[in-house]
């Protein structure tokens, strides 16, 4: 059974920038695509981007170009989000979710797995 | 820049049929969006309902079915159950690896 686990709560400062973590298991890590989403409080479901855990390849929303980075650590099977120059409105669940088909299926663009979340609060 | 839409909100008594839709504000939605739809109450994970237009997730009650209506993705709710009253929200792929999501739907179950 795949299984998405993320880091834990963060309170940050503006300007300040937010690493949050989600560790693989039950699967196969190289062979999925993580995207991340997140969700404001009160909001709806905002898509930020994905990555290809096989090489580190990444697409961003055009939103967040520029502020976000998501990275991979093959070795401990994890992704990392990482959104630097932080507002007040970054305040947010952030979600790690894994793509429903494995990468060369042809089964795409959708989610099987979710991360439980991560709020990451912004304020000074 | 074209805009995913959905109805801000529907209202349905229990055992009616409801269908909420997924749009653009200039174009039409196709199968090539590969549209999929998620539910999510207050506070939880979101749940992924369908994908690819019309395939059943795992474990997704078949009262629940996608669709292309038209110029938009459709997602059909036959006997809406107390349980159903939630937030749902469409996903499409833009292409180029960029996907949207739309603003969300709050059903109401009364």
């Known amino acids: 059974q795949a299984q998405l686990v993320q880091s834990g709560a963060e309170v940050k400062k503006p300007g300040a920038s937010v690493k949050v973590s989600c560790k693989a298991s039950?699967?196969?890590?190289?062979?999925?695509?993580v995207h991340w989403v997140r969700q404001a409080p009160g909001q709806g479901l905002e898509w930020m981007g994905i990555?290809?855990?096989?090489?580190?390849?990444?697409s961003y929303a055009q939103k967040f170009k520029g502020r976000v980075s998501m990275t991979r650590d093959t070795s401990t099977r994890t992704v990392y989000m990482e959104l630097s120059s932080l507002r007040s409105d970054d305040t947010a669940i952030y979600f790690c979710?894994?793509?429903?088909?494995?990468?060369?299926?042809?089964?795409?663009?959708?989610?099987?797995?979710w991360g439980q979340g991560t709020l990451v609060t912004v304020s000074s | 820049q074209t805009v995913v839409t959905q109805e801000p909100s529907f209202s349905v008594s229990p055992g009616e049929t409801v269908t909420l839709t997924c749009g653009l504000t200039?174009?039409?939605?196709?199968?090539?969006?590969?549209p999929s739809w998620y539910q999510q109450t207050p506070g939880q994970v979101p749940r992924t309902l369908i994908y690819s237009t019309n395939i059943r997730s795992s474990g997704v009650p078949d009262r629940f079915s996608g669709s292309i209506l038209g110029s938009k993705a459709a997602l059909t709710i036959t006997g809406a159950q107390s349980e159903d009253e939630s937030d749902y929200y469409c996903?499409?792929?833009?292409?180029?690896?960029?996907?949207?999501f739309g603003p969300g739907t709050k059903v109401t179950v009364l």
């Open positions: 039950g699967y196969t890590f190289s062979n999925y695509h």
């Open positions: 979710a894994r793509e429903i088909g494995e990468i060369g299926s042809g089964v795409c663009c959708s989610f099987d797995y």
């Open positions: 200039s174009g039409s939605v196709s199968t090539t969006f590969y």
């Open positions: 990555i290809t855990p096989s090489n580190g390849v990444t």
């Open positions: 996903l499409l792929y833009m292409g180029s690896g960029i996907y949207v």
